[in-house]
């Protein structure tokens, strides 16, 4: 199958499953040949969204919605001032999470509802969806583990294991709802396989 060259990747997974290990090598693949490259973050990305990062991810914990509506907030503001911007000039954007996780943490893990995501999502990124999204799949007993070994910090990291089985279900269900540009590396490989099956994707995609 041949796959028109990405112009909007973005990375997933349930904390743990090592993709930020993995964005140097992406950002060094994307940026290569002079092309600009655009390497951003979620929550977070503009002035706006990395405040409400700060609260989102460091503040009190909050129920479902409201931080649903936090996040989402941030999202917008990140699309309108930086995404939509560099890709119109023709620039590369790799971003840390986007929406899928919204789903995936906010759905999946506290139970905010699959609809009114979905109609979060509509207000907040008008339609535009990543071309590729690259998801890092993991146990979540195993991801656990790691996150322990690691000392994690924020408020996410240190959710029970529910947490964390509920939202890798939602990244499932995610992935079999935006089959066409989900493509899942399995992250329970060492680090030296995960980088291989990476490898092969960008070159199967041009990149």
Same mark, same amino acid.
């Given at each position: 199958?041949?796959?028109?060259? &990405?112009? *909007? ?33 979620? &929550? ?27 996040? /989402? ?11 939509? &911007? ?7 954007? !790799?971003?840390?999470? /986007?929406?899928?996780?919204? *789903? ?15 109609? !979060?999502?509509?207000? @907040? ?30 408020? *996410? ?6 947490? /964390? ?14 089959? @066409? ?27």
């Amino acid at each position: 199958m041949t796959h028109k060259t &990405p112009q *909007f990747i973005t990375i997933e997974g349930i904390d743990g499953a090592g993709k930020s290990t993995h964005l140097a090598r992406l950002a060094e693949r994307l940026g290569a040949g002079g092309r600009e490259l655009v390497q951003t973050r979620e &929550p977070g990305g503009t002035e706006l969204a990395e405040r409400l990062r700060e609260l989102v991810l460091g503040g009190a914990a909050q129920d479902g919605l409201t931080e649903a509506l936090m996040v /989402f907030a941030g999202r917008r503001d990140h699309v309108r001032r930086l995404i939509r &911007p560099a890709l119109a000039r023709g620039a590369a954007v !790799l971003c840390d999470r /986007f929406t899928d996780s919204a *789903f995936a943490y906010q759905g999946g893990g506290s139970g905010v509802p699959w609809t009114v995501l979905q109609q !979060l999502e509509a207000w @907040a990124c008008e339609s535009l969806q990543p071309d590729l999204t690259i998801w890092f799949d993991l146990e979540p007993e195993e991801a656990a583990r790691r996150r322990a070994a690691a000392r994690a910090a924020d408020r *996410f990291e240190a959710e029970d294991l529910g947490f /964390f089985v509920r939202a890798r279900a939602a990244f499932e269900r995610r992935a079999g709802e935006h089959a @066409a540009r989900f493509v899942r590396i399995d992250a329970g490989q060492s680090l030296g396989a995960v980088a291989e099956q990476l490898d092969a994707l960008l070159r199967e995609r041009g990149l």
